[in-house]
């Protein structure tokens, strides 16, 4: 392809856009802006496939997990030439069991999807987008405390929501806005993979569960006003306020004794 005498399309790029909060975004793409092209990417390409969203879309089967994915994307971006206008990283997984529960392959591919994807993404994508283009990094409630037995996951998070924060500051001159989204408990299928079948429950109470449309409107709203970090609900702002003000070890006191663990 002869990128020189090809106009630059202006796409979007959603990941983890097969279920959950990227399946949301995808689907209510519209709400953000117009777009001449989606890269949709996931592993099941069959649920990318099966998107309803509203431009022309582009299924893209990758496994974000796997460095060999990232030189994937980057040819792909090299090929096209495109003008990113929007990247979201919704791809992500956690536990809810003692950190050493967990064999040590899992925990390290969540390392390299809930950080090193995103990072990577980040760093390939931003050559392409021009000024007003738009990150946005699901981060999580989790982000702002220590959480025992869903350690590695919230610890993962922490670093994306501190990543994306300064990100924010050094493209700013760019005019390429980062923005944190960081949701508390959602309905996805999240829940499906994070507690084993055969264990016991480690969460047993949830102060506050909100839907995948939710967050989004929400997202969307805060994106608008380029905001760097998203909230949404009265519990979950309550609850980043009190983890401010009270000690860490408190709060995992608090934690452990909600859901009686030891």
Known sequence: MNVENTPQKKIAVITGASS??????AQTLKEYGTF??????????????ELKI??????????????????VYENMLAEENPNVALLINACGFGRFLATMDV???????????????????????????????QI????S????????????????????????????RELKSRGINVMAVCPFWVKTEFFDHAIPDDREK??????????????????????????????????????????KLIPHSIVMDFWLNQQNLK
Not at 151 to 163: A, D, E, I, M, W
Request: aromatic share 10%.
């Open 103 to 133: 064999p040590l392959a899992t925990n390290l591919n969540m390392v390299d999807l809930n950080c090193k994807s995103v990072l990577a993404m980040c760093q390939l994508t931003v050559p392409y987008m021009q000024n007003g283009a």
């Open 202 to 243: 480690v969460v047993k109470k949830y102060i506050a569960m909100y839907t995948p449309e939710q967050i989004v409107s929400h997202a969307w709203k805060a994106a608008k006003r380029r905001k760097d970090m998203c909230i949404y609900g009265f519990k979950a702002n309550m609850q980043v306020l009190l983890t």
């Open 141 to 168: 409630l989790s982000s702002f405390q220590p959480v025992p037995y869903i350690n590695v996951y919230g610890s993962t998070k922490s670093f994306l929501l501190h990543y994306s924060r300064a990100l924010n």
């Open 136 to 139: 946005l990094n699901i981060a």
């Open 36 to 49: 001449d092209e989606v890269w949709v990417i996931a592993r099941r390409l069959d649920r990318l496939e």
């Open 54 to 71: 509203d431009f022309p879309t582009r299924p893209i089967s990758l496994d974000l997990s796997d460095t060999a994915s990232y030189t």
């Open 20 to 25: 959950g909060m990227g399946k949301e975004f």
